[in-house]
């Protein structure tokens, strides 16, 4: 057990869910149940692959200075961070009454291919009604609010690592 709560150790346990994550949604959720991924979806996995490369690279290479550990956390957090807060967002639109969820809008492929970078994430974070559809749920909760529970799991499992970061070593007597 103490061996899960290292630096590595807790930054494979992210790699592990980051996996799962992603193999729930790709196989389970798009695939088996033939449900397509939303842009705000979307933007929640990107996140969630950014936090599964970086804590990747933390528990492979298993860096010994505090800057490039503290570097790859915040590579990390920003990742997880972003997925929550989309997941938030995403959350926020489905409680929306049903005359105020925005319209739905074109495909984001459409959007990337004809606007900047920058309007396209506007876009997607603005919402649209396909986004406020609910067509799942599990014990109640719709897939964003899951995922919502799932980042924020992750998100104090990234503030353990940097406890890890800034905490000093132990010295084991004996």
Known sequence: ??????????????VIFAAIGMAFALFFLQQHMGL?????????????MVMGVFALLAALFHPRGRIIRVLLWIGSMLGILWSTGVAARHVWLQ??????????GPGLDYWLEALPMQQVVHEVLSGSGECAAISWQFLGLS???QAL???????IIN????????????????
Request: glycine share 4%.
């Open 95 to 104: 409680h929306l009454p049903p005359d105020q969820v925005p319209s739905c």
């Open 149 to 155: 529970i799932f980042f924020s799991f992750l998100l």
């Open 159 to 174: 503030l353990m690592v940097l406890w890890r970061i800034i905490s000093p070593p132990t010295r084991v007597l004996g």
């Open 36 to 48: 397509a991924p939303c842009p705000l979806c979307i933007f929640q996995r990107i996140g969630l």
């Open 143 to 145: 897939i964003p609010e």
């Open 1 to 14: 057990m103490h061996k899960l709560l290292t630096y590595r150790g807790l930054n494979a346990i992210l």
